[in-house]
Nanobody, 123 residues
Framework: QVQLVESGGGLVQAGGYLRLSCAASGRTFSSYNMGWFRQPQGKERQFVAAIAWNGGNTPYADSVKGRFTISRDNAKNTVYLQMNSLKPEDTAVYYC????????????????WGQGTQVTVSS
């Protein structure tokens, strides 16, 4: 089992940047594939980015390609989401999640979720 805690959210102007972190407990973090999802107010949860356990596969949603970068540090049990050139439409609660499944873009395949961190981008 793994517990996830996100941090790094906040209020930023359009064009700005934030880096989200997700700290995981447990000795098996390096075995999990990790994902970032977001949920705008009143909308369904959306896939943002994911990274395989070994960093070998990093899919992104089309809406964030070229602006967001996912990475992980297995020694620190942490996954990151660097978000650049932020837009008002990036405003959402951002969640990290863990899975052993290979279907990295599907939220239903993730077993463990953090509590979320709010990102608000002002225009």
């Amino acid at each position: 089992q793994v517990q996830l805690v996100e941090s790094g959210g906040g209020l930023v102007q359009a064009g700005g940047y934030l880096r989200l972190s997700c700290a995981a407990s447990g000795r098996t973090f390096s075995s999990y594939n990790m994902g970032w999802f977001r949920q705008p107010q009143g909308k369904e949860r959306q896939f943002v980015a994911a990274i395989a356990w070994n960093g070998g596969n990093t899919p992104y949603a089309d809406s964030v390609k070229g602006r967001f970068t996912i990475s992980r540090d297995n020694a620190k049990n942490t996954v990151y989401l660097q978000m650049n050139s932020l837009k008002p439409e990036d405003t959402a609660v951002y969640y990290c999640a863990a899975t052993f499944d290979y279907r990295l873009t599907m939220p239903s395949k993730y077993n463990y979720w953090g509590q979320g961190t709010q990102v608000t981008v002002s225009s």
